[in-house]
DNA sequence: CGTTGTTTTCTACGCAACGTAGAACATCAA
DNA sequence: TTGATGTTCTACGTTGCGTAGAAAACAACG
């Protein structure tokens, strides 16, 4: 239960554009940002959605538990539960998990990264 | 176009156990061997299914370039096109590379690896 | 308190992927 | 030719997702 959909994606990409301001959108919020990013280079824009299908998307992504839903105040406030980068790398370990040779697959993966990513990697691993 | 149901994994899985001796399995071949698996560890053990239905899977596979068929001998022979370990390394790169700041997922990735895999990175990443 | 605009829930339709397999066609061995 | 075996075609049921209407819950105003 890990994959999403494209429109789940770009709704979760609204979410996480400002996950740092622990800032919790509500609805309205969100539908304007959606329409102002009209133009936009992401793949999802294009014409405006139904209040109703973004909330029921909403929902579904927290059924998932990717979304955290204030239900205290009036208009429900929304908002990512991790931050994209945690989410990709947590998305990164199940794949990896689901290996059994879980050392051969890391000694593939690090064969293609970029040369500054090595770079990156070399420096976060530290000394021995 | 990169996740895999429950069938088409086990299926997988069966050509990917004999991936090392380049031996191109044939329908036959599968079945025995799936259902001598019968009492083994892994998921989707327990029914026989119909020979149609692994053909199925078998083709879908194709479709999806994962798996690779001889038509010139009679009985068809089929084999996974990469290892497990390069299907999966794959995969990882594919949940990165739709990241916008890869470096930080990477850092994030690598901070909740174990001990001894760390210890192989660093090796396999070697001196600057 | 009732009318009205906003927000949320419930329900549902269409489509695609996947598990599943029957029916029919092709091929090989006797 | 006749079985036995292998392959293709077609299809049905389920589930996830994009999409949204209808209706219920609620807030604010007069």
């Known amino acids: 239960m890990a994959s999403l959909g494209e429109l789940e994606r770009a709704v979760m990409d609204l979410l996480w554009a400002g996950h ?4 919790a959108n ?3 919020d969100m ?4 329409t102002a990013a009209q133009g936009g280079a992401a793949g999802h824009e294009g014409k405006d959605l139904a209040v109703t299908t973004v909330l029921t998307v909403l929902s579904r ?3 998932k538990g990717l979304v955290e ?3 205290g105040t009036r ?3 929304y908002q990512a539960v991790s931050s ?10 199940e794949v990896l998990g689901s290996a059994p040779d879980r050392e051969a697959v890391l000694a593939r993966f690090i064969g293609s990264v970029t040369e500054s990513e090595a770079e990156t990697l070399r ?3 530290g000394h021995s």
């Open 20 to 23: 740092e301001a622990a800032t």
């Open 31 to 34: 539908l304007a940002q959606s």
């Open 69 to 71: 839903r204030e239900r």
């Open 123 to 125: 420096k976060l691993l």
């Open 75 to 77: 208009p429900h406030r």
């Open 84 to 93: 994209r980068e945690d989410h990709t790398a947590e998305l990164m370990h």
């Open 61 to 63: 992504l927290e059924k």
């Open 26 to 28: 509500t609805l309205r």
